[in-house]
Each structure stands twice: as C-alpha cells, then as structure tokens.
C-alpha cells in the first residue's frame, strides 16, 4: 500500500553564505519506493535538528563528507519500519538513523551500515530523550566529558550552551560525578530552568552584560575551572581560557557562535593559558565511540529513569518548517534539544 | 678575599613596552658579601637567555611572579662555589640556579631550594650543553616530547623554532625515538643545519616565501602531522593547525612570535581542527618535571658522549652586552642556544 504514497525532502539547493536562508533549500516530492532485497523503508516519525548540520553544508574536508548540492539534507532521526526485505529489521520496529529530512527513508542493504540505522527501545526513553540524552547530543555529551574531561568529583566544570541538548546532559552528568557545575546559557529562563530543574550549582546569563560571563566564573569558581565543555567557541571561549585552574581540560566540541560567519574564526586570543596553567585543550567527535554508544545509553537511561537526569527538547511541528526551525539553533531561540517533528 | 670585589648586576628598571629596550635595564655595582651560615656564594660564569625572559618582564599573573621593578633580572646559570658555609656545597663545586644577571649570585640557605641551585657535573657536559640539551631547555623539550607529545616511532614531528635551544633537543629526540621530523626555521643556514648535523629529515626556512611553511609541509607530510612542538605561535601555527593528521599532539611550549606583542595575541583561528581531527593541545611548564630532570640528564647525556645528539650554543661575551644579547632571540639573529658569558 505504501506505493502510493508520497515522500516529501528537503534538499541543499546551494551552499548558504553565513546562515542558511530558505532560498538555499528546495523541497521535491517523489513516489515512495519499495525497499529490494536486504532493504528497509522506514518511516520518519522525528529528526534532530543540530548546530553540526551547518558545517556539513560547506564545502571542504571535514571530519564528514559535506551534503552534496542536491541532495536530501542530512539528519539523524527516529523512525518506524513500514517495510522490510532485512531479517534484522520487522515492520512495527523503531529505529534511529541518518533517516534525513525527509518523510520516508528508504535504506538498501549496503546503506544500513553508513547510516547508522539501529533498533531502539521506546522504554529506554521517548523519542524525544532518543534525539537528546540518549542519541548524538548525549553520547557526545557523555564521551567529551568522560573521555577527555575526565571528571573528579569535587572539581569544577563550566558547560556553555548549557540549556542546549549537549550542555544539559554534560552538566547533569557532571553533578551526578560529584562536581560542582555552573553552566553558560543565554537568557534568566534558560538560566532558572538549569540551575532549578536539572540541578547545575549556578547559571550565567552571558545577555546580562558584555562582563557578565567574567564576573560570574570569579565569584562562583574563585579558584578557577577544571573543566571546560565548550559548545560555543568565541567571546566565552576566551573568556573561560582566562579563568582556568591548573591542569585544566577543556572539551572543544563546537563553535555555534562562528558557525555562520562570513569572516575568518575568531582564535581563542588567550590560548597561552594553555602553557600558564598546564591545561589542555581537545576536541571530539561523537562517531569514534560507536562502539560504546551501548554502555552510555544503559547508563543514562537508568538516569531518566529515577529522576536523576532530566530532559527538555523543543518540538517544532512539520517538515515545512525546517529552514525557520534550524535558524532558531543559531539564534539561540530553542529552549532544550531543537527536535523536527515529521509525522505521528 | 672575595670581600673586595664588586659584583655587576642588571636590574629591571622600568616594564617594556613591545621589545625590551636598553632604557629599560638599569647596571647596579655592589660590594660582594660573605654567606651567612647556610649559605653560598657564587661567581657567574654563563647564564641562559630565554624566550620566557620576556614574559617575566610584565606584570601580573603567570605561572611564576613577575621580576620586580628594581630587581636583579631573573636567569638560569652557570656558577662556581667561592665561598660556602652549607655542607652540601664545596668551594669549587660547578652548581646549576637561578643565579640572575649579575656577577655573583649569593644565596641564603632559605633560597636554595626555591632558586634550584644543584651541583653539576661537567664531566657530563659543557658549560654550554648544561645551559642547553642538560638545562632548561632541553628539560623542556624531553617532558613536552615525551610526556604530552608520546611519540610513537614512525610518527611525523614538527618543531617550530628548530634551531634554538628547544627546538634542537625536540627534534633529536624525536628522531632517535623513531620519528619523522621537519623542523621550521629562519633561514638557509639554520636549516642546512639542522638537517645536515643534527640529521632532522627536513627543515622548511619560513622566511622563503608566505606560502613557505604550508607548501613545505604539504610536501614532506602529505598525510599530516601527528606532533606539533609549538614554539612560535602566530601564523606558524595556524598553518599547521591546518595540516594535523587525527589524533594529533600540539605542545605549546612557547609563543615568541607573540612576546613583544602590544597588540592582543593572535589566537589560533583554525583551533577547530583539534575538532575536526580529534587533536589535542596542550601546555606544559619544565618546573613541573623537576623531580625527574635526573632521568632526563642521563639519558641525554648519554646521546651527547655517544654522538647521537649534538648541541650548538652561541655565546655572546659581557655582562654588559645583555639588553642586545637578549634582543638577538626574538630576532632570530642567534643560532642555537643563547648564552651570555659572564666571566672564565
């Protein structure tokens, strides 16, 4: 029956200059097909929106090769199989791949692998939490931190982007590792939601003024930061390199606030902080710890599950909405994980 | 009989702006005075002049105090005992300490420690190896090599700086571990240099052309760089920032093309390949090592004696030749390790 059905897409029409415009899009609706030997047709239920997506409609090596122009953008997302050729896949399952934006994702066999697409469990958590805490923004959140953090408990760790998707995991998982956390965020909602539901010790509103971000780390880490989980690069990257403790780490794992420029990025001027306090600075990325995505999820949905972590993700309704929905990513607009709803 | 002479002594005068200046330096001459039990007394015979001198000139917070106005300049040296009333120390004994610019160093039992004065064995190098591949230098290169760097044989290396005194020592080592090493330096004759006697496997002269540095690295490590020991900073290293291969190491020993700066420092605009290449950066203080700068010694002491690993010193002669002596470094007018010869 699915024959007769229509996929809707989202294309890259171009490659945008700064950020990305509706022009710079194009939507095609094209015939469901059935999936051949091996292959899975799934259903797109929600996809994530992320601040990566930027990167990966540039052109140039990444650590990803970039969207081509003309191609369904790419984009993680939770789905339910409607058909299937594969032993390993039953109509019914739900899974999480890089389903893109689009309203049916239909996966040959040679493409289940490079697509990520795996079986997941709807009582580990919502769809929702499976986009958040249990899907890229939390892995990334919980191996950047784990790995290359390394926390101790007692230490003290700044998170920028705090009420985003990755921050709210990082600094929920860091009080749960006995640090003290003060996490970076743009407005007193944000900042409130942070500090009195998920927990974090303090949240500096970096709206509150140009020196709000200076003054906030001296008074609540008068003897500096341990930890460094940076989400934005620029002005607060700087600023945190200035209010390090010695054999400070910090976590480089985006620069959202450099992701639209038009201009060169802006170097962290302070790097030599580095030297002065024996500090290292390193980034990550989510995909080397594949492997281990498993282990995580167990971890962290036991979390959700008795309250010790929270989740907050911020719907927006409609593939129609796409262009405006990523925007809000940029303009800081989203409160919580930036999740696209494509269908029920 | 020590009590007639006069020791010659350069104070810091007044904070340089931008490059220190002979205005800024200020010549004292004292009577020499007797130790006081537990204390020492030693004549000068060579101090190391150092990158880091520069730093210590400005105020403010930095891994060590800032030299005080009116202070005799800080520098490592040479010395011998001329007069002791500590048993841990004999007249005629070579020692190793912050011995500071001036002809005579005397130190009160209470400032042995903190000035690191150790007894010295010239029979394991010269005056000039134990201000270079045996001093601070070449202590600075082994732990920043070895222990932030963890060199693998077969690795490519990169040192900025290679024939200074750090930049020597780095890239010997790294080639008796096994590596493959290109140095970055100013000039034909530094480079000739460095690859025909210290046998490093290339130098790129970063002064042959704007371009000079990414094309030569491009050549000799089309598949990227695995260690950066960052001397330099600057353009040099944005421009190998660009060129790392995965899971690279950048130690940041230094940054001297930024020192005499009164502009902001230029921060690294491309730190997002330590993202997009899973690399690390990270600073690192010789004192740290302190503990383990006997291990260090013997080791490198032994490459010395066996010819596995050279040195070249440039020696400029007189106390009273410091303020030009010093200049020479950020120049890059000297040619290996810098020292002043402060008397036989």
Chains 1, 2 share one sequence.
């Not at 409130?192 to 949240?203: H, M, P, S, Y």
């Amino acid at each position: 029956m699915t024959t007769t059905l229509t996929n809707r897409q989202v294309r890259l029409a171009r490659r945008p200059e700064g950020a990305a415009k509706r022009d710079d899009w194009q939507y095609t609706d094209e015939p469901v097909a059935q999936p051949a030997e091996g292959g899975v047709l799934v259903k797109t239920l929600s996809i994530s929106l992320d601040p990566a997506m930027r990167g990966w409609m540039n052109e140039g090596k990444s650590y990803i090769a970039p969207v081509e122009i003309g191609a369904v953008m790419r984009a993680g997302g939770i789905g339910r199989v409607v058909a299937s050729r594969n032993p390993a896949f039953a109509v019914g399952d739900a899974v999480y791949g890089t389903l893109g934006v689009q309203q049916y994702a239909l996966v040959p066999q040679e493409e289940i692998k490079r697509s990520g697409l795996v079986k997941i469990d709807l009582e580990a958590g919502t769809i929702g939490q499976w986009l958040n805490v249990l899907g890229m923004p939390g892995m990334t959140g919980y191996f950047g931190l784990m790995d290359v953090g390394l926390p101790k408990a007692g230490e003290t760790v700044v998170v920028s982007g705090a009420a985003g998707a990755v921050g709210q995991t990082v600094g929920q998982l860091a009080k749960i590792k006995g640090c003290r956390v003060v996490g970076i965020a743009g407005g007193a909602a944000k900042c409130d939601w942070v500090v009195k539901e998920l927990g974090f010790d303090a949240c500096i509103d970096y709206k509150a003024g140009p020196s709000a971000v200076r003054e906030g780390l001296k008074a609540h880490f008068p003897k500096g930061v341990d930890i460094y989980f940076d989400n934005v690069g620029g002005e607060i990257l700087d600023t945190v390199l200035a209010k390090l403790a010695r054999g400070a780490r910090i976590i480089i794992c985006g620069a959202i606030s450099q992701y639209n420029n038009t201009t060169p990025v802006q170097g962290p001027k302070n790097y030599l902080s580095l030297l002065v306090n024996r500090a290292r600075m390193q980034g990550i990325v989510v995909f080397d710890y594949a492997d281990r995505y498993p282990v995580a999820i167990a971890e962290m949905s036991a979390y959700l599950k008795d309250g010790r972590m929270k989740s907050r993700e911020d719907v927006v309704d409609g593939i129609d909405t796409f262009p405006e929905a990523l925007t809000r990513l940029f303009t800081g607009e989203n409160f919580g994980k930036l999740v696209l709803k494509i269908s029920d």
